[in-house]
């Protein structure tokens, strides 16, 4: 297995992660980035961290970077240091939502600007590869910066418009979350409930990975304490999962989205939204009902990031519940987003179930996943992609593999972190999303068998 993936560096710690790799890549960045530069390196609460951040700090100082230690923080933080300080680049030690053995580096360029396959991944895993390191004279330095969470703190409360005062709960499920969730909340005066606080890197809650299956006890939770909403985040809180108040997970990141863009293009019309291409058809709908401008985009955070840079865009958002915003330097950042949502019930009188029955829906069936090696996983989306062609059928392969029909559409993508398939389907009426996933599946599994 690589650890080089699309968007990130990923394995299991002391099989395919250990401190000597996490040297060389530090030792590739650097080289990549360049002499001098300054780099902040950050971690989330995994127990691996320490360990792999010394590796980091090492190979970095070994190429001539300075380094700024921001300790342990949420991945959109680091983000944020690295675009609001104006510094060369950033190293974020997480594997997300993956479980408690594995670890990371989600890396950054110039205004956190991802570095990821097509902008400088490549040419770091080359140099990881083939020990193309910068011969540097000068030792760099690592810097403590202890003020990232009140840079943080104040920067967010200047961006949040709180009306009424709501109840909340909030999940972290034992990740750095509790770090700045709790306290942003607090600050801004809401009655807030607080699970799973305690930072541990076995997750010991739950897993990272917040779907509905982990989060009975937030849902039992809003019930029980009358809340307004709940909130949970990811391991390393660049995504965030809402619960309404009946105790209702809003599993849909589409419906999140057109929940945001209604918002946003209330106050600004013809702004511009970004959506990935997992994304149900009623968002694009939505979007240009309330006179704003759809803009589809790959899957992931840089392309949604570069997305909404080059075009100006004032929101963004995936099926997944990665929420982007302008005013955070399009960052994806869980914590933002879920103060935002507070921002929105609290100026409104409807509940949030009630804003959710409002959203258009279609039947779906999403994050339908099939285990499918890394090795052959692409070759597969390519095998289905050939014979849609040959078919004739209408296809758009910005990600994997989407057909389009009249009544609904199928996509077929690589996951771009495990070796997995993902399928997505949505039609217009129940009795067609049963055809359209039956075709779904067994295509994938004649182009796996062929494959195999």
Not at 345 to 355: P, V, Y
């Amino acid at each position: 297995m690589s650890i080089f993936r699309a968007y990130d560096v990923r394995g299991i710690f002391n099989k395919d992660l250990t401190t000597e790799i996490a040297e060389k890549i530090g030792k590739g960045f650097g080289t990549f980035i360049g002499e001098g530069k300054n780099i902040s390196v950050g971690m989330d609460g995994r127990l691996s961290g320490k360990v792999l951040r010394d590796g980091i700090f090492a190979g970095l100082t070994s190429v001539g970077c300075d380094v700024i230690d921001i300790g342990m923080v949420p991945t959109p933080v680091l983000y944020f240091n690295v675009a609001n300080k104006g510094l060369d680049g950033g190293i974020m030690i997480t594997a997300s939502h993956n479980p408690p053995e594995w670890n990371g580096f989600k890396i950054v360029k110039k205004m956190a600007l991802p570095c990821s396959d097509g902008m400088g991944l490549e040419q770091v895993k080359e140099n990881v590869f083939k020990d193309k390191f910068n011969p540097s004279k000068r030792k760099g330095v690592v810097k403590k910066y202890e003020k990232i969470l009140s840079d943080y703190f104040e920067y967010v409360l200047q961006r949040i418009k709180i009306g009424k005062k709501l109840k909340v709960v909030l999940d972290p499920g034992n990740g750095v979350s509790s770090l700045t969730a709790p306290e942003l909340f607090k600050r801004l005066g809401f009655d807030v409930v607080v699970l799973n606080e305690k930072i541990d890197g076995n997750f010991p809650a739950h897993p990272p990975e917040p779907t509905e299956e982990n989060l009975q006890q937030l849902k039992e939770e809003v019930v029980r304490v009358n809340a307004d909403f709940g909130v949970a985040y990811d391991g390393d809180g660049d995504r965030a999962v809402f619960v309404d108040e009946k105790g209702n997970v809003i599993s849909s990141g589409s419906v999140i989205i057109m929940i945001f863009a209604k918002y946003f293009l209330e106050k600004q019309k013809n702004a511009k939204i970004v959506f990935d291409v997992c994304s149900s058809k009623a968002v694009e709908d939505v979007i240009k009902t309330n006179g704003g401008i759809p803009i589809v985009s790959k899957v992931g955070y840089a392309h949604i990031k570069n997305k909404m840079s080059e075009e100006g865009a004032v929101f963004g958002g995936e099926y997944s519940n990665h929420l982007y915003f302008s005013e955070m330097y399009y960052i994806d950042d869980g914590v933002f987003g879920s103060l935002k949502m507070a921002e929105i019930l609290s100026n409104t009188d409807k509940k949030l179930s009630e804003i959710v029955d409002s959203i258009p829906k279609y039947p779906a069936i999403f994050d339908w996943n099939f285990t499918c090696p890394d090795e052959v996983k692409f070759d597969v989306i390519k095998k289905l992609k050939n014979k849609s062609e040959k078919l004739g059928m209408k296809i758009i392969d910005l990600d994997g593999v989407k057909l389009l029909f009249d009544d609904g559409w199928v996509l077929w993508r690589a996951s771009n972190t495990q070796p997995q398939i993902k399928v997505y389907v949505e039609a217009d009426t129940e009795d067609r999303l049963t055809e359209l996933r039956k075709f779904a599946e067994d295509e994938l599994k004649k182009a796996m068998g062929v494959i195999e």
